[in-house]
């Protein structure tokens, strides 16, 4: 399996796209990420090898979502990550387009205890598919815009655009 990568510009800087290939044909996203990401590659690993073509459906369905065309994403995806943060992320999935839950309901919603939360909280975090799998909609206890690992001011900005207030 060969990791690949392209990058693509957006409102959120210039995103960097990874997934894994197994011959010909589109890839398993791995990894989107923006500039200054905490905890996230801001440039290729060097083995990786470029190749737009693979990446092109992301590419083309994160264009129109930032565009406001698309609301869920059909991509495979391939994120790496242990068992308890596949169930968060996975959990992620079933927010809906301009939906927000707490970071306690998404706990709840992967069949985890109600104080799990800083747990929770720290799979949201590490969350190696920004936008796709759509952690932005996660939100403080209180509906304060806490924890997103791109910074708040792109989580605002994500909200805006879902809930129709950018255009």
């Known amino acids: ?3 690949v990568f392209t990058t693509m510009e957006s409102p959120l800087g210039r995103l960097l796209l990874s997934g894994f290939v197994d011959g ?3 890839a398993a996203l791995a990894t989107v990420t923006a500039p200054g990401q905490k905890g996230a590659r801001g440039e290729p690993d060097a083995d990786w090898e470029p190749d737009a073509a693979a990446l092109a459906p992301a590419v083309e369905q994160l264009a129109a979502y930032f565009a406001g065309e698309l609301t869920v994403f059909d991509l495979p995806l391939a994120p790496v990550g242990t068992k308890f943060r596949q169930r968060i992320w996975a959990a992620l999935d079933d927010i809906p387009y301009g939906g927000t839950v707490t970071y306690g309901e998404l706990g709840a919603a992967a069949g985890q205890s109600p104080r ?3 747990a929770v909280g720290g799979a949201v975090g590490a969350n190696p598919l920004l936008v796709i799998r759509p952690c932005h909609r996660v939100m403080g206890a209180n509906g304060a815009l806490t924890g997103f690992a791109a910074g708040v001011e792109r989580k605002r900005w994500l909200l805006e655009l879902e809930r129709g207030t950018l255009f």
């Open 1 to 3: 399996m060969t990791t």
């Open 24 to 26: 010909n044909g589109p």
């Open 116 to 118: 799990a939360v800083r």
